[in-house]
């Protein structure tokens, strides 16, 4: 049974940052594609960021490019998500999700299998 756990998630001041982590509990994490995904209150579920299994391949949405950083440690079977110079409309509840997923569909939420319970981010004004 695959379970993806997200943590660290809060309330900050717009500019401030967050760092997510998402727990994974298979043996072979390193073979799936993480994404970062955020779904705000009436609106559809968007693609954040995501990276392949090695790590060598990453690829953000354009909204965060130079602000947000995803990472890996598959010592850890952890993925992270660095969110820097955080804006009021990041707002959202964030899900990592797991899969065998290719490049070209990174930022296509049904290409991945697995997906967390979701953490709350809220960027005040």
């Known amino acids: 049974q695959v379970q993806l756990v997200e943590s660290g998630g809060g309330l900050v001041q717009a500019g401030g940052s967050l760092r997510l982590s998402c727990a994974d509990s298979?043996?072979?994490?390193?073979?799936?594609?993480l994404g970062w995904f955020h779904q705000a209150p009436g609106k559809e579920r968007e693609f954040v960021a995501a990276i392949s299994g090695n790590g060598g391949t990453t690829s953000y949405a354009d909204s965060v490019k130079g602000r947000f950083t995803i990472s890996r440690d598959n010592a850890k079977n952890t993925v992270y998500l660095q969110m820097n110079s955080l804006k009021p409309e990041a707002t959202a509840v964030y899900y990592c999700?797991?899969?065998?997923?290719?490049?070209?569909?990174?930022?296509?939420?049904?290409?991945?299998?697995?997906w967390g319970q979701g953490t709350q981010v809220t960027v005040s004004s």
């Open positions: 298979r043996r072979t994490f390193s073979d799936y594609a």
């Open positions: 999700a797991a899969g065998r997923v290719p490049a070209t569909s990174y930022r296509t939420a049904r290409a991945y299998i697995y």
